[in-house]
């Protein structure tokens, strides 16, 4: 068993989500294989918010798609508020869309002039599985 305390003043709710999220679930590098290429790897997706943990979604999870063509995304509101976020993806994008868990696509979302970033409604502890398809 692990156990965590955070010292703090005044602690807000999804920044406690957060920390334990970081704490019960902790990053691990496993390395991979990877076709050789030229191109470098793209910046990491993040969430654009006042500040780096006042977005209150938390990014779950993050995959290659089961056909192969696309990203797949996996978020979810933590604080139970309705709020709109942003996603910064850190590479330019072809096509994003909400699916269902089994990955068939629900709904086209549309992306900001950039081509990189989507603006995404989440109503209080929604779970939303995004998939998006790299430029190529």
């Known amino acids: 068993m692990r156990y965590g305390l955070s010292v703090h003043g005044l602690i807000f709710r999804n920044r406690?989500?957060?920390?334990?999220?970081?704490?019960?679930?902790?990053?691990?590098?496993?390395?991979?294989?990877?076709?050789?290429?030229?191109?470098?790897?793209p910046p990491i997706t993040r969430l654009i918010g006042p500040s780096s943990h006042a977005t209150g979604?938390?990014?779950?999870?993050?995959?290659?798609?089961?056909?192969?063509?696309?990203?797949?995304?996996?978020?979810?509101?933590?604080?139970?508020?309705?709020r709109k976020i942003d996603i910064l993806f850190g590479?330019?994008?072809?096509?994003?869309?909400k699916t269902d868990l089994h990955e068939k696509v629900t709904e086209e979302i549309k992306l900001r002039a950039d081509g990189q970033t989507i603006d995404l409604p989440l109503?209080?502890?929604?779970?939303?599985?995004?998939?998006?398809?790299?430029k190529k």
Not at 57 to 78: C, H, N
Not at 91 to 97: D, G, L, Q, R
Request: glycine fraction near 4%; avoid cysteine; proline fraction near 7%.
């Open 57 to 82: 979604a938390i990014i779950q999870t993050v995959k290659r798609s089961e056909d192969g063509q696309a990203i797949i995304f996996r978020l979810y509101e933590s604080t139970g508020a309705p």
């Open 16 to 41: 406690a989500m957060r920390v334990a999220a970081e704490l019960n679930h902790p990053l691990i590098a496993v390395q991979g294989r990877r076709k050789a290429t030229n191109a470098a790897a």
């Open 123 to 134: 109503r209080p502890f929604e779970i939303v599985t995004l998939r998006v398809v790299p």
């Open 91 to 97: 590479f330019p994008v072809e096509a994003a869309h």
